[in-house]
């Protein structure tokens, strides 16, 4: 079974410059996340979609972040303009059904820093 | 709201010794409770879930951990550590309501030949 896929692996940019995120995930998960992970610290949702609908977006930071998962399958997060603090890895996750003790399958993440 | 604390963020252990990673969580509903363990440069592999069956679960590589309710724990172990578990160990909760996985701050385990 494929897993979920993520691209690039890593990507540098400047500070104020924008940048994207691509994750496509396991075929027939209907739930797709997207997780930052700050070094040292534990992932921290951003988004979480049901098909290509929004389920919660409490987290993200909607001045600077955007997601869409057109189709319901791939999806896509941006962050226009970037900031230093943004430096982390950004995993995207796939399971299922969404919530209530759902096994999620985590891809292997986007390193990036912000300079 | 839910939340989880993993006390202590560096774990180390001798080869064949006990892994103990500590675990806490606080849920308003019955919770659904995670480890997932992270290797260098890898994503998070899920190790075992507590979904209200049995209080203690058991896992992949040989870990288990245990659902107290009355302590809201749920601490991972391991018999008998292998210099292959060096890693970073994430505690979880998700809960029917929250519809939102939520993550500890992660113990870094390191065994020691």
């Known amino acids: 079974e494929a897993g979920v896929a993520q691209s690039p692996r890593y990507k540098i940019i400047e500070k104020r410059q924008s940048v994207a995120f691509w994750c496509n995930p396991i075929?027939?998960?209907?739930?797709l996340y997207w997780y930052q992970q700050i070094l040292g610290q534990g992932p921290k949702l951003l988004i979480q979609?049901?098909?290509?609908?929004?389920?919660?977006d409490s987290q993200l930071p909607k001045d600077r972040f955007s997601a869409e998962r057109l189709k319901g399958v791939d999806s896509t997060l941006k962050i226009q303009p970037a900031k230093l603090e943004d430096s982390a890895v950004y995993l995207c996750?796939?399971?299922?059904?969404?919530?209530?003790?759902?096994?999620?399958?985590f891809g292997q993440g986007t390193r990036l820093t912000v300079v | 709201a839910q939340s989880v604390t993993q006390l202590g963020s560096h774990v180390s252990v001798s080869e064949g010794a006990l892994v103990l990673l500590r675990c806490n969580y606080s849920s308003s509903v019955p919770p659904y409770l995670f480890w997932y363990v992270q290797y260098p440069n890898q994503g998070l592999q899920l190790l075992l879930k507590?979904?209200?069956?049995?209080?203690l679960v058991k896992g992949i590589n040989g870990f288990e951990a245990e659902f107290k309710k009355s302590e809201t724990s749920f601490h991972l172990t391991k018999p008998s550590a292998h210099m292959s578990d060096a890693a970073e160990y994430f505690c979880a909760v998700d809960t029917n309501a929250g519809n939102m996985l939520t993550f500890g701050g992660g113990t870094r385990l390191m065994v020691k030949p």
């Open positions: 979609f049901q098909n290509n609908g929004v389920v919660d």
């Open positions: 996750a796939s399971s299922l059904i969404g919530g209530g003790g759902a096994k999620a399958f």
């Open positions: 507590y979904t209200s069956a049995a209080t």
């Open positions: 075929s027939g998960h209907a739930t």
